[in-house]
């Protein structure tokens, strides 16, 4: 990478700008916008009109460099690096885009002149939320460290027109709205007819009534239209493509082939056939068999290979055995694993070569990352839906499981058993394929995304897989990228780090090394706190403004803001609040520091239990508001609708990050990494990357707690809830008072099923177990938190030690291990 002056020589915007015959003094060019482009009188303009202004203002400052990016990467002809993941969780664009061009004082002085006001335009833009959690926002993190670097990289997604649901709350429960993200028009999307791919199917697509039916057994075809999105890398220099694909009816895409009789008809069929990509499905381990998803998984393979093949045959002196020297293609989970069978399908069918040269090819391009290790998580496939839709892709699925076994028989005998376990093919109840073996055998490398995790997907999960390829098996912890993580989200803090110790640190994060010694500082102490103070203000502020809520920033800001599940305990969080209420109510003069529980999440629509912890949080925040004892000092606000955005200004404000999920079962996190780098000091269990933050920063600079995974694992079999009611009175009293209806006078008896959770003599997330040491583990950090000094020293120490979770550690170690590809410097020219 290039360092920070060098690329900002190379890519000066200021001279991009200039010869563009832009100016900050007056802004004509703006008024141009508004006026060509939507027709406003620029005097007139609405705040959205001028967000749509400045924002294809900016796509057109980009297109250039976007352009000149792909110019130069054809020349070099370096390894390709293709992300095929189903979420891209990316958030907003505008305020990222005008950062990483270095154009956002340009921008910021231009506006101001003409009595705009940027931030209030940074509004206006909606967040592409085409994802879930974690794995979508891990993918756009990836994407923008790519471009940092200078990776020729391409990702490839689903242009779904609804992304995650709209969670809104009424009467605490959640109920779910649709996003309709794409209602404006978008400024960051290039359409591009001209990059289209017909993907074949044997069904149909039909309208039946208001349902849309599909009819196997009728071959037909959709067409793959590629929505391209600039990815602009930090100082402007690479920009790479994000290639979303939507699926058109290929008769609305070829006019001549319309059949005129029957107009009417063959519309309302295109309507069916375009609802392919309509929609995100929410993570639902609970809604299983849905054709649709797995035709969604289908078309991106389709599309994104295709795509894949045909720029590579575009090379000069192109062989097929050259496409691992020239692609790199990384799955994003087992969603995109049909890879296997369609590369092979191409290899075999389109370029007629056999079979060993075909698996050759295809296991030393493709690469798998695992994230999950709840067996229900696991995708499996029924294979009646291979055999209605790509019967094709099916028969070479049984071919290559087919000579596995055979591989196994000839290493371990005739051992029915493990044959029976490893197979890619499960026969009951149900014959299903199972798509994590799949994507293992047909790939050269399988990662896990935090150490602990990888450690027992070798050791456990896929035991047996990695007792016969150990070689394939490894680790990439995850990072986020500090570039939106920090400098964007947190100005105070950035700011004071950069007057520390220079900017260095935004595109190299382990220069924030430099800043530990700077922890016994005094001075520099009273600064950090004051940049949390600001972090504060300014949440409170918007707060105020958005939700009509306020909340003391004089007391902790303690955040557990992710996604709603069982295994990430929401629950024990909430129990814990309860045991401080519960210690109020009996000695109401305790000396408590007040505290502000901030829970932010979606549970999946059909996720029954984890809807009724969102209930359970909120009957809490509004008896607790109720009660004059408590006013002041213990405040529990259920913040709706989390997003990217909503993580972007709570975040940087947390005092308290909450990673409290039962040992073993989050595979890595990245949330925990982005408090981190804000300053927050953690409490949580030994698992998923958390463990390697502590690593990082020294225990002693974490407040870890609970059962390690091994602990878990063992104690299963004799674990007691009620040994934990029978012995601690706190947890005791908690728990009575949840199930008493205290919480939800005017709905008695809901929360009967949080008996069952807790109570389960194989309550697989052992929430009790670990309820006391997580309440001890809170009381030391309260008195942590009363010594400012000591507090501010362990965050400063937290962040000095952040520096391993950045993507772009994680992004070279991808490169380096598993994809053999270096950078392409993008070398711009004076213009
Ligand atoms: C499944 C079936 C049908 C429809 C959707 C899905 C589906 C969608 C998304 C299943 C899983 C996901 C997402 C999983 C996920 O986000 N996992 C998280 O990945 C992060 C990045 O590696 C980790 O940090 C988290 O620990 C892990 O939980």
């Not at 408090?675 to 933050?693: H, K, V």
């Not at 020293?793 to 994680?810: H, P, Q, W």
Request: proline content about 4%; aromatic content about 10%; hydrophobic content about 40%.
């Amino acid at each position: 990478m290039a360092t920070t002056t060098e690329a900002a020589a190379r890519c000066s915007i200021e001279d991009r700008l200039h010869a563009l015959g832009l100016n900050e003094t007056d802004a004509p060019w703006l008024d141009r916008y508004l006026l060509c482009n939507q027709l406003v009188d620029p005097e007139k303009a609405k705040i959205r009109q001028r967000f749509e202004a400045v924002a294809t203002c900016v796509r057109d400052l980009v297109a250039e460099r976007w352009l000149r990016s792909r110019r130069i990467q054809a020349t070099h002809q370096p390894k390709w690096v293709y992300y095929l993941s189903m979420e891209f969780l990316l958030g907003r664009s505008l305020r990222n885009n005008l950062m990483n061009m270095r154009a956002e004082r340009f921008f910021r002085t231009s506006l101001d002149r003409l009595g705009w006001d940027l931030d209030e335009l940074l509004e206006e833009e909606p967040d592409a939320g085409l994802g879930n959690g974690g794995l979508g926002r891990l993918a756009a993190c990836f994407m923008e460290s790519l471009a940092t670097m200078e990776y020729a990289a391409i990702g490839y997604g689903l242009r779904y027109e609804y992304g995650i649901f709209r969670q809104e709350i009424r009467g605490g429960w959640q109920t779910e709205a649709p996003d309709r993200w794409l209602r404006r028009i978008d400024p960051w999307e290039v359409t591009r007819p001209d990059k289209a791919y017909a993907v074949p199917l044997n069904a149909t697509f039909e309208l039946r009534g208001s349902h849309i039916m599909l009819i196997p057994n009728r071959p037909s075809r959709l067409i793959g239209i590629a929505h391209d999105r600039p990815v602009v890398g930090y100082e402007g220099c690479c920009v790479n493509t994000l290639r979303l694909w939507s699926a058109v009816a290929p008769e609305r895409f070829d006019f001549a082939d319309f059949s005129h009789g029957e107009f009417v008809g063959a519309v309302i069929e295109n309507v069916a056939a375009e609802s392919l990509t309509r929609v995100l499905y929410p993570d639902d381990s609970t809604e299983r068999g849905r054709a649709l998803r797995f035709l969604q998984q289908y078309f991106l393979v389709s599309c994104s290979l295709q795509d894949i093949v045909a720029r590579a045959r575009r090379v000069p002196d192109f062989g097929w055995d050259h496409l691992p020297r020239m692609a790199a293609v990384q799955l994003n989970d087992t969603h995109p694993a049909l890879a296997v069978a369609e590369l092979m399908r191409i290899l075999l069918d389109d370029a007629g070569l056999d079979w060993d040269d075909a698996w050759e090819i295809t296991r030393a391009t493709l690469a798998y990352t695992n994230h999950t290790l709840l067996p229900e998580a696991l995708e499996k496939w029924p294979v009646r839906f291979f055999e209605a839709f790509i019967p094709r892709h099916l028969e070479i699925i049984y071919e290559v499981n087919r000579r596995f076994i055979d591989d196994l028989r000839s290493r371990f005998g005739a051992d029915d058993d493990r044959v029976r376990r490893m197979s890619l093919i499960e026969e009951s109840p149900e014959r299903k394929v199972r798509m994590a073996h799949l994507a293992t055998v047909g790939t050269h490398s399988t990662n896990g995304v935090a150490r602990i995790h990888s450690d027992l997907l070798r050791t456990r999960v896929m035991r047996e897989f990695a007792e016969i390829y150990p070689q394939r098996f490894g680790n990439k912890t995850n990072g986020v990228t500090p570039r939106r993580w920090l400098a964007q989200a947190n100005p105070a803090l950035a700011g004071l780090i950069t007057e520390a110790i220079g900017d260095g640190w935004i595109s190299d994060l382990d220069r924030l090394s430099e800043l530990r010694t700077l922890a016994t500082d005094a001075g520099f102490r009273e600064s950090f706190r004051r940049a949390k103070r600001q972090a504060k203000r300014d949440f409170t502020d918007w707060l105020r403004a958005a939700h009509g809520r306020t909340v003391d920033p004089g007391s902790i800001f303690d955040s557990q803001i992710k996604r709603i599940h069982e295994y990430k305990r929401q629950l024990m969080n909430a129990l814990h609040i309860v045991i401080l209420y519960n210690r109020i109510r009996e000695y109401p003069a305790a000396d408590v520091t007040p505290r502000t529980f901030f829970f932010a999440g979606k549970a999946a629509p059909a996720y029954n239990t984890a809807k009724l912890i969102v209930k359970l949080i909120n009957c809490i925040g509004e008896t607790l508001d109720a009660d004059p004892l408590v006013r002041g000092r213990l405040r529990v606000v259920f913040l709706p609708d989390y997003s990217v955005t909503l993580a972007e200004r709570l975040i940087p404000a947390s005092d308290v990050s909450e990673q409290i999920s039962t040992a073993g079962y989050e595979a890595s996190g990245t949330g925990n990494m982005k408090f981190m780098m804000n300053g927050a000091l953690t409490i949580g269990t030994r698992d998923g990357a958390t463990i390697e933050m502590a690593e990082q920063a020294g225990e002693e600079n974490l407040f870890l707690f609970g059962l390690s995974d091994e602990q878990v694992e063992q104690s299963r079999d004799w674990y007691d809830p009620t040994w934990h009611m029978a012995n601690e009175e706190e947890t005791r009293q908690a728990v009575e008072l949840v199930l008493s209806d205290h919480f939800n006078g005017h709905e008695p008896g809901i929360f009967e099923p949080i008996r069952e959770m807790l109570f389960d003599r194989r309550d697989r997330f052992m929430v009790l177990a670990d309820l006391r040491a997580y309440t001890e583990r809170h009381r030391d950090l309260a008195e942590v938190y009363n010594d400012a000094d000591e507090w501010t020293r362990r965050a400063i120490l937290n962040v000095g030690a952040a520096g391993r979770f950045s993507s772009d550690r994680t992004i070279r170690e991808y490169a380096r291990d598993i994809w053999n590809a270096e950078p392409s410097p993008i070398v711009h020219t004076a213009p």
